[in-house]
């Protein structure tokens, strides 16, 4: 299944700026015709701008929506986040934050990702130690961590699922459910829900203009604009971003293109028609947080050695400083030269074993050779994401205090996702080759570059039908039973919800291929898998690889598939992205039914506050085992020609979840509210995801409790809350757990079984190839999670001009089991392998020119003994980059008078407490949890100024804005992983944070 869960890799400027070419036209379009629409307020409007607040509203709201005119400063007085119907935050039972129309203006938020950071125990998702070490999540998709669980099912709009990376110019404000939630969800993350209101029209003309520009270079253009069509009827607004932004790395890049039209009718008093469109186009580099890795200081210390003629097979090991390339074919293109076979041929030599991690990396610490800003991967690791997304909305005034709302959506999602430099190949090495493999002097002798050794592509293509209907009601008992109702009941407030999304989705993987036969006549050979090289020369402003395989065909395999080739280019290739035969294609659909009722009642004279919702969901899969992906001429054929519910018919499955929430609010006084929320949660475990044995994972499932206090003070002016909590998260789906024990389980798995297959096994031997024997596939497997903390809020206006919040939180995440499928693999696998002395020295390849540099049969087991007690040992470990302790703080002030008047001045600061980045290693190859490996504390003060005014005859308002990011220029490197090297921690990889960043913004509002 393609789901949101599983959605879940030198910058050419002239093509850069080409690509921005073809699309500005359209943007001039839409900007130009906006532009008069914005400027001609009686064009169609039949009522004169009333200058009013951001959301004016003269018609009684319907309890699914938010009237956020109440919002006080950074206080949120309502929010739905709760239980699906607009409800005081106070009378609440779960975890609750809101971030205002106004905080976001302050902190300059103009992403989803901006305004998290702000956010109690949450952040972006960057991987862990055990899970997903590299982040591909994060980068990739949408993924972020809250109390240290992954939050992709719980990120919604309007409530409804979306894969579209956010963004500010169209949202009005964010809320945020931390924790289970079953009547928000009952399928999703125990971490909570995370939701973004739309802007919508109202019924009064207004437009803006935002310009915005920051130190990096980067340049932003907002235009919105309302208008009243039908004076208290029919209202519409256009908005449109364009933006290209750049961070302190070279290169890095993002460009984005969203045009959104939302409309609101309301043909009868009790009836409100609303309809909501956007799309765009979404471009950019996904930058790793680390400096780039050293493969070059071990040459320059060996004096710079070199390679004098053309390698072959027989050619021993060079001298110190330098390395060899493989002894297999190694089919190599570089600009300007003919591509060739690198075999055998020099490369600087990797760093030392117990100054690199597991991966053979190690970060660069200081500007030497290399300044630390570089990106080397460049467009090698970039996503390109086209999306739309279409909504209707009704809702109806049934009778008094009954209200029915009906929703109708259609996203659709495409993601190109180029991984051609991977998260491992980010390796500067030094080119110590004087002549190339044809004899022919070498250019580029002595210059560094990067490689793509396996150049892979993900096409993500997604798309999503919703239906919903929900229904509320409210009585009210305190007039029926007497002095006693009066006394002891109040009123009740019902919800009904049925819900059906369908989702359908394919997941292809290519690689780069050669279908030209200068290197090997079958495309299929690995030979024909060519390499790219790019040099790097920072002092000329080439930092790194270019997006370079964007225009390559696809090709699929076909009975005629040779028709299909690319005509070679100028190089005499033909290259063309092939489907990965060892990687799985996904070509799924699953439709998710779910029916939810939830009520909250007060009682005592609304002292006392009953929360409870109950929430079923059933998910219909349709999906296919990988051996039934058909194959032609070696490669797959294409999967994106055949309808799942028709192909996999006799594979489909049925999952289904009950989860409930139970809540009370106790209010003692009526400033003073004391709660405990009780929840529960699943999250189903879909297509392409089975264990080492090639079996289908298990659902996650979740829990967890909050109870804490909310106090109003200062006669409503602050407020304060106290959250502690315990959230658990069993069999949470984990990637392969090689990264956890830094031995690649899989490989030596299949390599056992190869060797056993290939030289032992007789006649009446079974297949070690197949299951249960051999791994199937790309497994994954799972994982035990507990989180616990507590969240501290504060909010308040302690003055009409003064705007103050912070939050301080504590999360404590731990894995209580951790690999658990492929512990008992090995436990059942691991004596057979160790029963034959004479299996302990064979090699898989027993062929070649030089087994030496294979490791043996006896070797690679010994190998997966320490992964397996590794495994075992991380029971109680924290999965790392997390921080204990967090803390956020905003506050500004406004001048209403005096010299100063029309200026606000505010700052921010966030501090995020050390986190572990590893573990030291036993003497048995265990890990000991108990005595991690720490990273540093981080700190980042940010200020801001603003200044507004009205302009043009007091007809329109103009402001202007400063911010300044991390002003004391904080970017020394902070630590990000560490591994023990045999004599202690070693920190191999190193993040280099934004340094001071100015952002300066005008918005024009008329």
């Not at 009446?764 to 197949?770: I, R, S, V």
């Not at 596939?777 to 507590?790: C, I, K, P, Q, R």
């Not at 990273?935 to 202007?960: H, L, M, P, Q």
Request: glycine residues 8%.
């Amino acid at each position: 299944m393609i789901s949101p869960t599983n959605l879940r890799g030198l910058v050419n400027v002239p093509n850069a700026t080409d690509r921005r070419q073809s699309k500005l036209p359209a943007v001039m379009k839409l900007a130009c015709a906006s532009s008069v629409f914005a400027f001609s307020p009686s064009l169609f409007s039949q009522s004169e701008n009333t200058g009013g607040s951001e959301e004016t509203e003269v018609f009684e709201l319907s309890p699914f929506v938010i009237d956020a005119k109440n919002d006080s400063g950074y206080y949120a007085e309502s929010t739905l986040s709760g239980t699906r119907l607009s409800s005081s935050v106070n009378d609440l039972a779960s975890a609750q934050s809101v971030l205002t129309k106004e905080f976001l203006d302050d902190i300059a938020a103009t992403s989803f990702e901006d305004a998290m950071k702000f956010a109690p125990n949450t952040g972006s998702d960057t991987g862990g130690i055990s899970d997903d070490p590299l982040g591909n999540r994060g980068l990739f998709f949408n993924s972020y961590r809250v109390r240290g669980f992954r939050l992709d099912e719980g990120l919604t709009t309007d409530f409804l699922f979306s894969a579209i990376p956010g963004d500010v110019y169209n949202v009005q404000r964010i809320s945020m459910s931390r924790g289970p939630n079953s009547i928000l969800f009952g399928l999703g993350s125990p971490g909570g829900n995370s939701n973004q209101v739309s802007k919508r029209a109202m019924f009064d003309d207004r437009s803006s203009i935002q310009v915005r520009f920051d130190s990096d270079n980067s340049r932003r253009g907002v235009l919105d604009v309302n208008r009243v069509l039908i004076d208290k009827k029919l209202a519409i607004r256009a908005a449109t971003v364009v933006e290209e932004s750049f961070t302190h790395r070279k290169p890095s890049g993002r460009e984005q293109y969203r045009y959104y039209l939302n409309a609101v009718y309301k043909p009868f008093e009790k009836t409100t028609m609303r309809a909501l469109w956007e799309t765009g186009e979404i471009d950019q580099m996904n930058v790793r947080p680390w400096t780039t890795t050293d493969y070059f200081s071990l040459w320059e210390e060996a004096g710079q050695p070199s390679v004098t003629e053309p390698a072959s097979v027989a050619t021993p090991n060079p001298e110190p400083g330098l390395d060899r390339l493989t002894n297999g074919n190694y089919a190599l293109v570089i600009d300007g030269i003919d591509p060739m076979n690198w075999r055998r041929m020099g490369r600087s030599q990797l760093p030392d074993r117990e100054f690199r991690n597991a991966q053979g990396l190690a970060s660069i610490t200081a500007d030497s050779e290399l300044p630390l800003y570089i990106n080397p991967v460049g467009g090698g690791q970039s996503v390109d994401i086209d999306f739309s997304n279409t909504a209707f909305f009704f809702e109806q005034k049934l009778a008094k205090n009954w209200h029915l709302e009906l929703v109708y959506n259609k996203q659709n999602v495409t993601r190109n996702v180029w991984n051609t430099l991977g998260a491992n190949f980010d390796k500067v090495f030094v080119d110590p080759n004087e002549v190339l493999p044809n004899g022919d002097p070498n250019p580029n002798f002595g210059e560094k570059y990067v490689e793509a050794v396996a150049s892979t592509r993900f096409l993500v293509d997604w798309g999503v039908e919703t239906m919903r209907a929900t229904t509320s009601y409210e009585f009210d008992l305190s007039e029926q039973f007497g002095n006693f109702g009066e006394r002891f009941l109040g009123k009740t407030r019902m919800a009904g919800l049925w819900e059906e999304r369908e989702t359908q989705g394919y997941r292809p993987i290519f690689r780069l291929h050669d279908t030209s036969g200068t290197f090997n006549a079958d495309p299929f050979a690995g030979f024909n898998r060519v390499k790219h090289r790019f040099y790097i020369d920072p002092e000329n402003g080439v930092y790194g690889a270019p997006k370079f395989a964007d225009n390559y065909p696809i090709v699929w395999g076909a009975e005629d598939m040779a028709s299909n080739y690319p005509t070679p280019a100028e190089n005499g290739l033909g290259l063309a992205w092939m489907p990965a035969q060892d990687l799985p294609q996904l070509h799924t659909n699953e439709r998710l039914t779910s029916n939810m009722i939830a009520m909250q009642s007060y009682f005592w004279k609304d002292r006392l506050i009953g929360i409870f919702g109950w929430r079923d969901d059933t998910l219909r899969l349709w999906d296919g085992p990988a051996s039934e992906y058909e194959r032609v001429n070696k490669f797959f054929a294409d999967i994106s020609t055949f309808d799942p519910k028709e192909r996999w018919s006799e594979f489909a499955a049925d999952i289904d979840g009950s989860t409930r929430t139970r809540g009370l609010v106790f209010r003692p006084h009526r400033d003073v509210s004391l709660y405990f929320n009780d929840s529960s949660s699943f999250r189903p475990v879909t297509a392409g995801f089975v264990d080492i044995r090639g079996n289908r994972l298990e659902n996650e499932s979740g829990k967890g409790q909050d109870y804490g206090v909310r106090w109003t003070m200062l006669d409503g002016k602050a407020h304060l809350n106290i959250n502690w909590f315990e959230t658990e998260l069993e069999g949470e789906r984990t990637g392969q757990v090689s990264g956890a024990t830094g031995i690649g389980i899989r490989g030596r798995v299949d390599s056992l079984w190869t060797i056993l297959a290939e030289q032992v096994a007789g006649p009446n031997d079974p297949d070690y190839l197949a299951a249960p024997y051999r791994s199937q596939g790309n497994w994954a497997d799972y994982a035990d999670t507990a989180s616990e903390g507590v969240e501290i809020s504060f909010t308040a206006n302690p003055t009409k001009e003064w705007r103050l919040h912070f939050n301080l939180s504590r999360q404590e995440n731990y894995r209580s089991v951790f690999g658990t499928q492929a512990q008992a693999y090995l436990d059942e696998f691991i004596p057979f392998w160790d029963s034959n002395d004479d299996w302990k020295e064979l090699v898989r390849d027993p062929d070649a020119a030089d087994t030496t540099t294979q490791s043996t049969f006896g070797e690679m087991l010994q190998e997966l003994k320490d992964a397996r007690s590794r495994l075992d040992s991380l029971e109680g470990a924290q999965d790392g980059r997390r921080p204990e302790w967090s803390f956020n703080m905003s506050t500004a002030y406004r001048f209403t008078d005096g010299r100063l008047k029309g200026f606000t001045l505010g700052g921010n600061a966030r501090w995020r407490d050390a986190a572990v980045i590893g573990y030291p290693v036993g003497d048995f190859g265990q890990f000991l949890v108990e005595q991690p490996f720490m990273g540093e504390d981080s700190t980042n003060v940010g200020v801001f100024g603003r200044y507004a005014t009205k302009v043009f005859n007091d007809k329109a308002s103009w402001v202007i804005q400063l911010n300044i990011n991390n002003v004391l220029d904080d970017d020394d490197l902070i630590p990000f992983e560490a591994v023990d090297n045999g004599n202690g921690e070693f920190i191999s990889r190193w993040s280099l944070p934004r340094g001071r960043t100015f952002i300066l913004s005008n918005t024009l509002t008329f």
